[in-house]
């Protein structure tokens, strides 16, 4: 499903703005055009300063291959490091590191560029690490973890900078802001039962910022708009079958989106942060 999360909306009106395209029955302004593809027929209101009697047309020919890739399967390389299964890697920006966390509880972080192949270091953590992501300063990386903890790195050192006890009991849904400011996780705490709130942490002090309130069962997916404004988050619980969205300067429950018959198991936003799919 894909929800439509930011609009304006005009006075006395309660429904989100509507947009349509194509349509022959629209054709009011002078640049508007409208594609018979049935009929074969492009059908154009012409600018006030176009010569059509010196004008060309020129419309692209359909053709079957945009794209092409190139190249063989075969394998170029083996890293090996991990005693135990590898649950995540990601590139840096630049593409020359590569970071991997496995279930032996170990970050590496290696070096795959032409000039050394060996891993550079090892960030080791006692507990279960869950995910991990670099910030966008590409200097600091957050890792998450079955103790509760959010614990923020230095790759370069391999020392740990900041560690927040998120939740008592494990951290269920991490994501960060697209400028690396803040934090948001989900988990479960003490007592266990009731859902505990999704809360924005300060990425570079650990502070709490706000606790976002609303959910019936503990989230497991966190999301952040592109322009850092909102946050969502979902539970993959037969309870909760929606979406919540979240303002994250007031800490307000912004909207709630109701529409799947069962858990929520995927949420994402589009690049321009106007809508949710899920």
Not at 74 to 96: A, K
Not at 117 to 142: C, F, M, Q, S, Y
Not at 189 to 213: F, H, N, Q
Not at 223 to 249: E, N
Request: charged letters at 25%; aromatic letters at 8%; proline letters at 5%.
């Amino acid at each position: 499903r894909v929800w439509l999360v930011r609009w304006e909306l005009p006075p006395m009106t309660k429904d989100p703005e509507a947009y349509v395209e194509n349509l022959y029955e629209e054709l009011d302004a002078p640049g508007e055009w409208y594609l018979d593809r049935a009929g074969g027929t492009l059908y154009y209101l012409p600018t006030n300063d176009l010569d059509l009697a010196s004008s060309t047309f020129e419309v692209a020919a359909a053709i079957k291959e945009l794209v092409v890739f190139e190249g063989t399967l075969e394998e170029t390389q083996i890293i090996r490091g991990h005693t135990d299964q590898v649950g995540d890697l990601f590139f840096t920006p630049d593409g020359n590191l590569l970071h991997s966390v496995s279930l032996d509880g170990v970050v590496h972080v290696w070096d795959i560029g032409p000039s050394r192949r060996a891993g550079l270091g090892a960030i080791p953590k006692n507990a279960l690490i869950n995910d991990l992501t670099l910030l966008k300063d590409g200097e600091n990386l957050v890792t998450v973890g079955e103790d509760g903890f959010l614990r923020v790195w230095d790759p370069a050192t391999r020392r740990e900078t900041l560690r927040i006890h998120a939740h008592s009991r494990g951290v269920t849904g991490f994501a960060a802001s697209p400028d690396g400011a803040f934090l948001v996780s989900s988990g479960t705490d003490d007592d266990g039962e009731a859902a505990a709130p999704v809360k924005i942490w300060d990425a570079t002090t650990g502070e709490l910022l706000s606790s976002l309130m609303g959910l019936d069962s503990t989230a497991r997916l966190c999301r952040v708009s592109p322009d850092g404004t909102l946050a969502t988050a979902a539970s993959t619980s037969v309870i909760d079958r929606g979406v919540k969205v979240w303002d994250v300067t007031t800490g307000r429950l912004r909207t709630d989106l109701i529409g799947h018959s069962g858990p929520v198991t995927g949420l994402v936003f589009t690049p321009d942060g106007s809508r949710i799919v899920t």
